[in-house]
């Protein structure tokens, strides 16, 4: 049945995956990205690229004034960001505190706005290991309590939260989709660096793939 969805649409590989598939599975898509001061701001670029190509609406929210409450996390400028694997201790580093909490709450707002019936996003089953609010009961709690905050209920969706990378690229492949629009390095040079926890998994992804990423590194290992 097509509903209208707000995508929470970062700019990276997943969220451009799940925004094509919303679009695939007939809903009427709002995209919505937040810029909280990330290093990585070119994937609001990317992602105001997309949606202008696709005629779909799309929103910037700006909320870095709160800084103050999301500090600490290397995405953001608190210390060097880490090389290696998702999986690593030291990937820590890049967990932004209550993140996806606040993101998911502003964009449940806009949902109501814009009379929507569900915020989907990106959260997938190689994030478990390292982020707590990419987690399965993290999702149910936030999609209970997301029905009953307003009037109009708004679930909470993360269509890939069983799958890894892989699974979503080779989703993104069987229908087509352009990979060289997305963004997923955390820091934000002219090329993606090829060492970061976010290279490497989407490295390791297209590997499995049998493909080549389309994308430009200063290295591959």
Known sequence: MSKTVVVIYSGGMDSFTLLHRALAEGHRVHALSFDYGQRHVRELEAASEVCEGLGIPHRVIDIRSL??????????GGGPVPEGHYEEETMKSTVVPNR???LLSLATGYAVTVKGDAVWFGAHGGD???YPDCRPEFIEKMDA????????????????MLADKSEILAEGLAMGLDYSQTWTCYNGREKACGVCGSCVERLEAFAANGKTDP????ARN
């Open 67 to 76: 800084e103050t409450v999301m500090s600490g996390s290397s995405l953001t």
């Open 145 to 160: 309590v997301c029905r009953v905050a307003n009037y109009e209920p708004v679930a909470v969706e993360a269509p890939y």
């Open 128 to 130: 478990h290991a390292i």
């Open 100 to 102: 996806n909490m606040i």
């Open 215 to 218: 994308l430009a590194y200063e």
